[in-house]
């Protein structure tokens, strides 16, 4: 997975590139969702998280708050997985930022 920053998330979300979009809870006060797109250059189907300015994972305390943050890119319907962080994503494995 992927992180990257806002102005990247949404222009993803403005062309409607974004799919499979996944909300993910970390701990209670702690939920992030993760989106697949393609690559720019490649074009490969990549799984993208979006970053704070800092780098970080970008997560929010209250889950209706995300929710709002993707209503308001326009995602009105699809599929999401309500689930604790497994393993793979707790360890920070397989995590990069990219701008």
């Given at each position: 997975?992927?992180?990257?920053?806002?102005h990247s998330v949404d222009v993803a979300?403005?062309?409607?590139?974004?799919?499979?979009?996944?909300?993910i809870r970390r701990?209670?006060?702690?939920?992030?969702?993760?989106?697949?797109?393609?690559?720019?250059?490649s074009r490969?189907?990549?799984e993208y998280t979006l970053s704070t300015?800092?780098?970080?994972?970008?997560?929010?305390?209250d889950p209706r708050r995300l929710f709002r943050f993707l209503?308001?890119?326009?995602?009105?319907q699809g599929t999401f997985v309500l689930h604790d962080e497994d393993v793979s994503h707790a360890s920070g494995d397989g995590v990069e930022a990219t701008e």
């Amino acid at each position: 997975m992927k992180k990257i920053q806002q102005h990247s998330v949404d222009v993803a979300f403005e062309n409607r590139e974004a799919a499979d979009i996944e909300v993910i809870r970390r701990s209670d006060r702690q939920w992030y969702f993760t989106f697949k797109a393609a690559e720019p250059l490649s074009r490969k189907l990549e799984e993208y998280t979006l970053s704070t300015q800092q780098g970080e994972l970008r997560t929010w305390a209250d889950p209706r708050r995300l929710f709002r943050f993707l209503s308001e890119r326009g995602v009105r319907q699809g599929t999401f997985v309500l689930h604790d962080e497994d393993v793979s994503h707790a360890s920070g494995d397989g995590v990069e930022a990219t701008e």
